[in-house]
């Protein structure tokens, strides 16, 4: 394994971005500077674009010229101490320059004694009194002799002795203040113009000779240069970035040397820095300005393009021999586009994640997926932790609940990159490499995991899908593993929960390999525990039918027990459990053992929904039906019961006369009570009795095998289109509402449905007269309705429909038309005669609105062999201005109706002919070809003939053939007109 450093480089000896065209700029740069000026110049790049680099490769340009001297100051390095301080004592270092006692105390603190406090303590006290009283006891005991004088002395002497020890018995304090380094902005420019000008009072002999020569020959000197290098200052504080450029414009840029300083800068963070130190001013433009003003020049390193960083991102992988696949190489290419030092870093970080994986196999297999694994966990660490549990939203985002979409928000372009790669990899994989983890349910993932034991149905199923290749591994960590272990351990909650779950898996993903375990696991816990604890019946029932389908039918005997014993007294009826047992299980046997049930859940209310035929036959008994009919209390209103039992109606197929005639005695007694009602109460009943009779039509079929009594019909029709009394006058409700649309349309929707149930034989002679006389688009729009809303046929009234259409311009009547016209009998044969759509054929192509849809009709029955020739006639009668003006898809199916067995019909049709001629098959053009020959032999329609062959529509072959005619035709010797005579010789000379 060999690392990367990520150090400075000359790039003359690499260069994998063609960056060193930007050291030879800079270099050009500084040549060209300004004489005995401090120049600034701006280098601008990105973070990791090589600005250290290109700095280093410019100045090992200058390594043979000793007048090119370079210093490098690292603002960030520094960042927590004075600028100025180290800037110059950085400066000092590298220049060699020996500090001198002016800038010393700049970089000391200076300390000095204010005074010196005594103090005397007892104990130094008691010595000195000791001292003295010895002294005084000599004194006195001495004559001033010869032997006196030396004792005095002696005392003298001892007496300064202890007066000497006494004193340093006394603490001496002394004050002393520090007087910390001075560092003005001043002195800053003082001290640096002290280096500088020792900097460049070293030039040597040869120097100064070069200036004078130069001086005297007005050739341009170029003398010492000191390039000054602050790098690292985006990185630094706002207010520290601010006071850089600050002192180097202000205090150092004053200078009259060859002072070059050059900033390698990340420009975009810079003026981030910049304005956010003057953050709250609105001036933007001043902090632009100030930015600008910073740099006398600017070399801007260009953005790279992504061949260039693929081409560097492979060339760092074959430089030092790393093992890493292209697709590695793609990845860190396209993900760091912008930054080369981020593709070295993730190469180093990617050869440590390696060494997680003892398997060397599985990493050489494995690294681009490792890879995109480390790139997310570096980069996008929220969706990370999303992946730790659920590696499945890797290759699939749109299965991350709405809440969490936050989290991936930023991931998704890099997502988007490596696609194609994330696809090539199992989830196993991804989890392995997330997880770290190889467990023998290791292969699973874990957010498999997470859906079983959150009992999450929906997303397991999704996640199934996506793993078919561990199915079974996934099936027995939830059987052998989960419910093996609620079983064991009695935990109910746990083992209701897991039958629900298996259940609803069911019903998407049979089980069958599994069942005898899972029956084998329940049975032992009991079916009715779980049935009487359970929730979603649905899913459970289903799952119990599909048990004892496979033989499998403990669950389904204890279910039929549950519901069987249901009883009002002791309240324990569950009638959703019996509506799942209903909507599941429903074999004729099973129905047979819930009569009883059905009947005490159902019997007085409630509906149930979607009963099979069978059930229909065998639950819903005459007894239950007449119970249910002595219900109906609301002759306005399609309540639940009078919807549940027209709804019976319209499925059970043993249904009884008796039961119809209850049912409609009912309705019409109560209707009738009351004959004094205004017309918008009849309207109420009106829209009750369409909705009852609806369910009628719909089961129309059998509705007339039971029912030949059509008494209460006419009974209803009387009630409500017969005069009434209102208020002592006589009303008829269809004169009361001819001027009301909803109203009337209603009414005479009611009119057609009685005329339907009645088998036709109620006629409504005055009714239908007086709406088509009056009201003929209130009646059209009724018909489509029924056609268009209801899905009738209408093949009892269809003449009638047809004889109020009067117009094809209008789009119910025009759908009327159409429905009428490919309307047949269950024996193919249709029901209205061609003379009877044909006679609105004029209607049809006068194209005057609708064209599109015309059109589109008149195709449909010039493809239909029962009309396509009536159609074509029609067409052809219109004349050649209106046949020359339609599409090409009708003239295409005109032609079709001429051949051998038709052309004596259509022989004086010469639009007809014109259009086979142009573009009829070659057996059309045949038969025409012939027709003309024979018109020419015999001297009759000569004109239109020649109109035909002059048409250019023939071949070659038939061409001559015509001229051979035409030809003999003149050679007769009979008197032919000069038009005719020019015409032929014409084609002969063509």
Known sequence: MRYIIDEEINLEKKDYLNSKQYSKALKQIIDAAPENKVFTVGL?????????????????????????????????????????????????????????????KFYENKTRDVKVNHKITLFNVIYILIGILITVFVLKNQTFDIAAKIGTVSAWTLLSTILTIGTKYFDCLKVSVTEPMVFAPEQFTDCFKEIINWFFSKESFIDKCRYIITKLTNEEFHGTKLIIVIDNIDRCQNEVAYSLLSDIKTFLGNQNKNIIFIV???????????????????DNKENEEFLRKSFNTVLRIKPFVETDMYVFAKKIVEQNNLEFNDDVIYLASKKYSKNPRRIVQLYNNLLSEFTFYEDKEFVEKKQAMICICLIIREEYFDFYKLLINSPLFLKDQTLIDKKNKDDIASVEDFLLISKTIIQKFDVTVIEKIINNNDSYYAGIPGEIK????NFNCEKFLVLLANNLKIKN???????????????????????????????????KEGLDTYLQNIDGQFIQYGYKNIIESTSNYDAVCKFIEYLAEKHFDTAKKDLISIISNFNVEEKNINKDLFDSTLKYCNDFNTSKQLVSSFDLIYGESGTPSNLTQNQHDTLITEEFIDK?????????????????????????????????????ENITKTMTSNQNKTFEVLHEEIVFMIQIFIFFIKNYETYKKVYSNNNYLQTIHNYFFNPRNVNGSQKVYLNEILNNESYLSDSVLLIKLIYILSKETFLMPNEYAQLKAHRSDVLMSAYYEL???????????ANRVLDVITSLDNQEQLKLYTHFCFLVK??????????????????????????????????????????SETITDSIIAKGDEFINNLPSDILSRIKKVFNEDTKDKYRNNYVLLSIIAAKGTKEQKRIIKNMIIENIHNHIEI????????????????QNEFKTTLHSYLEEGIEIEEEVKERIGKILDE
């Open 44 to 104: 601008f790049g990105g973070w990791g674009t090589g600005k250290s680099s290109i700095i280093k490769t410019t100045e090992e340009l200058y390594k043979n010229d000793t007048s090119v001297k370079f210093v490098k100051y690292d603002a960030w390095q520094y960042v927590n101490d004075s600028f100025r301080r180290m800037f110059l004592r950085t400066l000092q270092e590298q220049l060699n320059y020996k500090e001198s006692e002016y800038m010393k």
């Open 787 to 797: 056609i268009d809303k209801y899905d009738m046929s209408l093949i009892g009234i």
């Open 943 to 958: 004109k239109e003939s020649l109109n035909l062959i002059e048409s250019g529509s023939f071949e070659q072959s038939i």
């Open 826 to 867: 269950e024996n193919n044969v249709y029901v209205v005669t061609i003379d009877k759509i044909a006679s609105k054929f004029s209607l049809l192509t006068d194209f005057t609105n609708l064209k599109e849809e015309k059109q589109k009709l008149i195709i449909e029955l010039c493809d239909d062999d029962h009309y």
């Open 473 to 507: 591994e996934i099936f027995s960590y939830l059987i052998n593993n989960k419910v093996v272990s609620a079983v064991r351990n009695r935990n109910k909650n746990e083992i209701f929960n897991l039958f629900n779950f298996i259940a609803e898996v069911n019903t």
């Open 628 to 664: 249910r009919i002595q219900k109906i209390t609301n002759n306005k209103v399609m309540d639940n019961n009078l919807l549940f039992l027209c709804t019976i109606f319209s499925n059970k197929r043993n249904y009884t006369q008796d039961n119809l005639n209850k049912f409609f």
């Open 450 to 453: 997470d859906t079983i034991n």
């Open 264 to 282: 390698p800068v990340d420009d975009v963070e810079l003026k981030k820095q910049i304005f956010n130190k003057t953050k709250g001013s609105n």
